[in-house]
């Protein structure tokens, strides 16, 4: 069975500090897929960045960057120099399995990231 | 262009009323979704769509009735509802190359059910 655990209910931070979400997922497939989301409060999930299972490579996008550990199961979002704008729910995501067409994804319960002025 | 649009935002119906939710993409993509969310809970998957055939759902009751006219617009045909079912109802979307893409979501429906 698959399974994303984001540990962190809420976190709150103020503007300019930096903050690592944390995500540790659990398969037994040796080839899947690792994604990032953001929700902000207007609803809408946000795509962020995907990852598979081959590629253990970090990735750094302007604030934003992951770090990917197969060894801990873990995949790590970090905001350098939060902005109030980066207020929002993030979503770690997990999907398994061939090129059936589609994809299923098994959502972490998600982190509350509230950046105050 | 990467975007989801879906119709209405907000929909306000009683128990008895039937409606439909609108969803529509011109990405391309053959994979599209539905999914239900709670009040702080992550989205829950309802049904997919791979060219235009169900291909999942997830044990969803009957008073929710997806279509796939073709590969732009999926609907969701509303009945009988519960305030339950009251909820954000999110669309995605994915290209054909399954898990090697990631979904795109629309903004949502926001219904209530009284």
């Known amino acids: 069975a698959q399974k994303v655990t984001q540990a962190q209910t809420e976190i709150s931070v103020v503007e300019k500090e930096d903050v690592t979400l944390d995500c540790v997922y659990e398969?037994?497939?040796?080839?899947?897929?690792l994604f990032w989301y953001k929700q902000p409060p207007s609803g809408e999930l946000v795509f962020l960045i995907r990852r598979n299972s081959f590629d253990e490579q970090n990735e750094i996008s302007g604030r934003y960057s992951w770090n990917f550990q197969k060894s801990t199961s873990s995949f790590n979002f970090t905001i350098t120099a939060s902005q109030v704008v980066d207020s929002a729910v993030y979503f770690c995501a997990l999907s398994v399995g061939g090129n059936t067409g589609f994809q299923k994804l098994v959502f972490g319960t998600g982190t509350r990231l509230l950046v105050s002025p | 262009d990467t975007e989801v649009t879906q119709t209405p935002k907000h929909l306000v119906m009683g128990m008895t009323n039937k409606k439909s939710l609108k969803c529509e993409q011109h990405?391309?993509?053959?994979?599209m979704y539905w999914y239900k969310q709670k009040a702080k809970k992550p989205p829950e998957l309802m049904f997919v769509?791979?060219?235009?055939?169900?291909?999942i759902n997830e044990s969803v009751p009957s008073r929710f009735s997806p279509e796939c006219p073709n590969s732009s617009l999926l609907n969701l045909h509303l009945h009988a509802l519960q305030p339950e079912d009251s909820a954000l109802y999110l669309c995605?979307?994915?290209?054909?190359?399954?898990?090697?893409?990631?979904?795109?979501f629309g903004p949502g429906t926001r219904l209530t059910v009284t």
């Open positions: 990405m391309g993509h053959r994979a």
């Open positions: 995605a979307s994915s290209h054909p190359t399954g898990t090697l893409s990631e979904q795109y």
């Open positions: 769509y791979s060219y235009e055939k169900l291909s």
């Open positions: 398969t037994r497939d040796t080839t899947y897929y």
